[in-house]
């Protein structure tokens, strides 16, 4: 596009161009706010006219002399500084259109300098954080101190501590590699961590359906354990606690096959049939339920208590479970083979799915074939779906059981004919 617009137009004239769109992107938006009753001392026309004088200026500073932007960089500051002291003496302290006056005179700049996209996206994103205003003030309210906390630890851990993890191999084998074990670590967190933000700003409001959508891509365990409970407290809501189990299953065997697809995309191919097939049934058979077994005019609602939004201790534990099992992988393929591996996707299947599922992925990469890494994390599958059947038998009543297991057995016979059709081409 950039080099058709050069065709009709001179470097300057795209410039220009560029510089009056992003002056009417935000100047709009400012426009807009003056007439909603906040009083703004500029507006689309001095947001247009901002952007102009930055193109202009730096055209001309790259054409004859650098000083010229030298000049009117601070001479901008200075015009825009008077402004803010005329509004403080009417008690209108805000910053934002000062801010965005000046944004947008370096977004001309920018655009003479010819870096069209980044000119574009700064705009876009400026445009936006404005528009939400409203929006995100109410969303900041409703952060409780905990959360915020729990944002911030989320924060240290990513983007401090993680980045100078040492990126070596030691211990058994040379498995264990402190900066993978912090990237695992890191990505499962951040899956509960987003997850227990979607359910507290959309899942109350939504019902048990929708909490357990969003539950099931971090923890479908943790729902059908909750809602097993509640199904004995609530018996007239047993068909909807059902149907949630069955959708938060649904959602974990898609996301058994987005984990392994971030690790290691062979092992993906292998098994993305396989967990397609067992995620349509499931939810199909949850529509059926939502569809027979609920009254339409039914309206109980009721939302998961997810707790903690950042538990650092079940974080470490879930490293060392990351660990032990890439440890219990390895060994089970070195003494026992094809048998230690599969007894290994059994065992963890019934603790996490994530786990085992990221060790055989990346495992495959140099000590097993894929395709025995996916029978693995397929078994792994089976023993966890199986788990949340027994959760529901020993914690839930006796209707909800009874739904879970026709929604669920069927999976487990997909990926046990999953297992066979693998295993037989992988012979052949």
Avoid at 21 to 47: M, P, Q, Y
Avoid at 304 to 327: C, E, M, R, V
Avoid at 415 to 424: N, R, V
Wanted: net charge positive; glycine share 6%.
């Amino acid at each position: 596009m950039h080099e058709i617009l050069n065709n009709f137009l001179s470097p300057f004239l795209l410039s220009l161009l560029v510089s009056v769109g992003v002056g009417v992107i935000i100047g709009l938006e400012r426009e807009f706010d003056t007439l909603s009753g906040n009083e703004h001392f500029a507006g689309l026309r001095t947001f247009v006219l901002s952007a102009i004088v930055g193109c202009v200026v730096t055209y001309l500073a790259t054409r004859f002399n650098s000083n010229i932007l030298l000049v009117a960089v601070p001479s901008i500051f200075f015009l825009i500084s008077v402004f803010h002291f005329s509004k403080v003496k009417k008690e209108h302290f805000g910053l934002v259109t000062e801010f965005s006056l000046v944004l947008v005179f370096f977004l001309g700049v920018l655009s003479a300098l010819h870096l069209m996209k980044e000119t574009l996206t700064v705009a876009v994103i400026a445009s936006a954080l404005l528009t939400f205003k409203t929006k995100l003030r109410s969303t900041v309210k409703q952060i409780t101190q905990e959360e915020l906390y729990a944002f911030i630890r989320f924060a240290i851990i990513s983007f401090l501590i993680l980045p100078y993890l040492p990126d070596d191999n030691f211990g058994p084998a040379e498995l264990i590699n402190p900066q993978s074990i912090g990237i695992v670590i890191v990505i499962v967190s951040s899956l509960s961590f987003i997850g227990y933000f979607i359910i507290k700003f959309f899942g109350s409001e939504k019902g048990i359906l929708f909490t357990a959508f969003f539950g099931g891509t971090f923890s479908s365990t943790a729902v059908t354990w909750i809602f097993s409970t509640k199904s004995k407290e609530s018996a007239s809501l047993s068909f909807y606690y059902a149907a949630g189990i069955i959708v938060a299953c649904s959602v974990m065997f898609v996301r058994v096959a987005v984990v392994a697809a971030l690790f290691n995309m062979q092992v993906f191919k292998w098994f993305l049939i396989p967990c397609l097939l067992m995620s349509l049934y499931a939810v199909s058979y949850a529509y059926y339920i939502i569809k027979t077994k609920i009254p339409e005019t039914d309206t109980h609602r009721e939302s998961i208590q997810l707790g903690n939004p950042l538990d650092l201790l079940n974080a470490a534990f879930f490293g060392l479970l990351y660990i032990a099992i890439t440890i219990t992988v390895y060994y089970a393929n070195f003494y026992f083979g094809n048998k230690g591996l599969f007894i290994s996707g059994i065992i963890s299947g019934f603790a996490d799915v994530d786990a085992i599922n990221i060790s055989a992925s990346k495992l495959s990469l140099a000590q097993i074939s894929s395709a025995m890494a996916a029978i693995v994390i397929l078994f792994a599958v089976i023993s966890n779906t199986l788990f949340k059947i027994g959760v529901c038998f020993i914690k839930g009543n006796h209707e909800m059981v009874r739904q879970v297991a026709y929604a669920l057995i069927p999976p487990i016979i997909i990926a046990g004919i999953s297992i066979l059709f693998i295993y037989l081409k992988q012979a052949i």
